[in-house]
């Protein structure tokens, strides 16, 4: 959920801001492109959604689509944070296999049985081995992993339910866990889960039996130099080349769930996996609530090869420098303006396969403050 209050459109001209782009290292193609915006997937007709190229499915599950991941080979999965349900679609929006589509049901927090739960976050477990949903010999790892605003993570290997293996939600109001995000990474000979833990104001950090770990020193510490304010909180994780981005949002000190959204409202930093500080991207009004976080293949136009951010408080998606962390500019619509997509959530290039071409950017959104669901690409033009 999110205190975010903005009228739906699916994608529109905004006033454009006139932004120096970082100099940085000649890691991406100078010169200018444009974005074109599909959308594939949409819960509400009556919302205004349509598709560009006259090509979409309707989906009334897909509530909040919020986090999206896929396997190296495999189709995209979808999360429905409204819904308490994984979709499964490929690269053309369609419900997958085609002829009988997977849903995974995300179990509610032990407490509140028979409750819809609220996923977020959700990573593809490429650690064999390890995060195992069952015991035994021989022991079932996770194909995927879930992590929800109900302050729990869950696990799935196959069935149309995922299995509950962390559940950290608190019984009274304003407790427990908020987990807003997840990411995988191998920390030595260690395979740890790292969860963003919004209320609580840091990541949790688990081992590959889902135990809660204590990293040594004083982990993802950001440094006064990154000039953060009191109240911001990790919002997301995500782990590109072996480093983890921590995105950061303003805490709702009333609700302790939601963000507080507006420009300059985000800061995206970047650490080793054992909690080290790396580096930070650079912060202006470009970053609002910032969420997704992806990188670009070197085919993607103006901005190849850099590090994407999309917020989730203005629906814009910034471009930086991944050496640099130098903001480069924001991807435009064939307009030449911003490209806005309400309540953008995740981001993600597509791997070859079953989830579309390396170079097609696919997101996932909850327009109309998070009543509706909406996933879709992003192509250069």
């Known amino acids: 959920m999110s205190g975010k209050l903005l009228p739906f459109i699916a994608a529109m001209a905004i006033f454009g801001l006139s932004l120096a782009p970082g100099c940085g290292d000649n890691n991406h193609n100078n010169s200018t492109s444009n974005y074109q915006q599909t959308n594939l997937v949409f819960s509400n007709i009556s919302a205004g959604f349509s598709n560009i190229s006259g090509v979409g499915t309707r ?70 081995g390890s995060f195992n949903v069952t015991t035994g010999v021989p022991a079932t790892s996770a194909r995927f992993i879930f992590v929800t605003e109900d302050g729990t993570i869950s696990a799935w290997h196959s069935g149309t339910s995922a299995t509950l293996m962390v559940d950290n939600h608190g019984v009274a109001a304003g407790t427990g866990a908020v987990y807003k995000g997840a990411a995988l990474a191998a920390n030595g000979t260690s395979n740890l889960l790292y969860a963003a833990n919004f209320r609580a104001q840091r990541v949790d950090v688990f081992d590959s039996n889902f135990a809660p770990v204590t990293l040594s020193g004083a ?55 054992d909690g080290t500080f790396v580096m930070s ?46 903001f480069e500019g924001l991807l435009n619509s064939a307009a030449n303006t911003p490209i806005v997509i309400d309540g953008l959530w995740g981001i993600g290039f597509g791997n070859g396969g079953t989830a579309g071409p390396t170079n097609t950017l696919f997101f996932a959104a909850g327009p109309n403050d998070e009543s509706n669901g909406l996933f879709g690409t992003l192509t250069v033009k």
């Open 281 to 326: 991207l650079r912060t202006g009004s470009w970053l609002n609530s910032p969420w997704g976080v992806a990188q670009a293949p070197g085919n993607f136009g103006q901005f190849s090869n850099t590090i994407l951010v999309g917020n989730f408080g203005s629906g814009q998606i910034a471009a930086f420098n991944p050496t640099s962390g130098q």
């Open 219 to 273: 982990p993802f510490t950001v440094p006064s130099s990154a000039g953060h304010p009191a109240g911001y909180s990790p919002f997301n994780i995500a782990n590109i080349g072996g480093k983890l981005y921590v995105t950061y949002a303003l805490l709702n000190t009333t609700t302790l769930l939601d963000d507080v959204s507006g420009p300059g409202h985000g800061f995206v930093e970047v650490f080793n996996p």
């Open 59 to 128: 989906d009334p599950q897909l509530i909040n689509a919020w986090g999206i991941a896929h396997s190296p080979t495999g189709p995209w999965w979808v999360n429905a944070n409204g819904s308490g349900v994984s979709k499964v679609y490929n690269n053309l929006g369609q419900p997958f296999p085609i002829g009988a589509p997977i849903v995974v049901t995300i179990p509610p927090p032990a407490s509140a049985p028979g409750t819809t739960s609220t996923p977020t976050g959700i990573v593809f477990n490429n650690f064999s």
